[in-house]
């Protein structure tokens, strides 16, 4: 493919934009994504990476339609089975298992970089996508026919439509100039690779503490991965003391999971936030992924809303083609918008409110009151379950199971 013209122009090659570009390409659409930093080549060798992500059965689903999922699942990648979640306060957990929810695993535990390095070696190998890489998106000039892309090293590419997967400071989304909710939490999440006495029986453990929850999520060498969230303060703190120091507060705050810390690998913190655009489609362009929305990490759920936004516009285009409607009409732009939009915003303030919750003092009634409800309801507990796992009735045909191949010819 060497044309400049194309049905569909993706910035940003992260996870998102990556899983995009592979499941419309593999339908036919003619692609190009741009993207400005070449991944690094996955070395399996090499020590855990920091950034790790829990990824739901449905985006599992859609990572198999866009042909990463076997070498993502063949290398580190843990399923877990159970998910744990203690209040810090009554000892009695909250269990999730898998199979009470007819699902075969939870979740599975993935680094970023594994996710995002498999998919790149699948729009490699597939030669079905133009890559601009390393390039940056200069500007957009939106037209009724199709919009110009501009690159910041000379190109200029014409799409019917553009997809902004450019992250949470989406270049593409100021370049619209949409509004974007801001509500800065003042927590950081610190991440590190954490072995205890005990090693992860692949389990997902979360406790909420006072000053945020706390999560150790497995990993294939039986350690886990950690995510304190911490007043941002205090994770500055926390990252400053020495290994033994980190280990013994680390210590405390898990007390009674998998025994004493043995061993921790590098430390860093990321600032929390929630961000919501006000639009997620404008002048023949969409937004996906973070560049859309950005959700508090407490659930896992913020790069499997992205994967659910590339699946559902992947559906909405697909329609659409079958039906000779042009892909970047405002009927179109506003159909993806009003699904993908309530979607992630159920799912933002679902966790604004958890988080709220429990980032009240641990005696609270309202806290204590919540915890029991979800506890004795089913109900409650399966309607999360099956939003969590990325399989709620509005969720993408991709996530629930269809292939592509019956959606092109539906
Ligand atoms: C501590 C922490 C833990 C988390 N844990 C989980 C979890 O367990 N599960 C989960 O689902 N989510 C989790 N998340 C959220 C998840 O990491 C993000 O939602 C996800 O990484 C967003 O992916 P993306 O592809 O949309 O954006 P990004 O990863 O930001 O990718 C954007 C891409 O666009 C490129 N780019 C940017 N600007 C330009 C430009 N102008 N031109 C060309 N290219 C450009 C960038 O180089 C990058 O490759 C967590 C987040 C944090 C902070």
Redesign the pocket.
Known sequence: MSNTHYDVAV???????ATLASLLSRSGFSVAL????EPEAFDAGAEVGL?????SPGSQAILEQAGAWKAISSQRARPYRRMQVEDGVDMDPLLFDAPVFNLERLGTIVE?ALV?WSLWQVLNAGGLVDLYCP???AGIEASKQHNRVLLQGGKTLTASLVVG???????VRKSLGIRQDHYAYNQS?L?AAVGKSQANPGVAWQRFLPGGPLAF?PLSDGRSSI?WTQPTAEAERLLQLDSEEFGKELDVASSGWLGAVESCGPRAA?P?SMRLSENYAARRVVL????AH?VH?LA???????FADAAGLTEILLGVRSSGEDIGSSRVLRKYERWRKSESEAMAFGMHALRSLFGIDGLSPARRFGMAMVKRSWLLRDKFLQRAAGLAANAPALAKGETLRSLIQR
Do not use: T
């Open positions: 910035i940003g090659a992260g996870m998102v934009g741009v993207e400005s930093r950034r790790v992500s829990a990824i970023n995002q390039d940056q998106l997967a450019d992250g949470a400071a989406s270049r999440g991440v999520l995510v990321f929390l996906i992924g973070d560049a950005v990490p896992g759920q913020g790069v499997n809303l992205g």
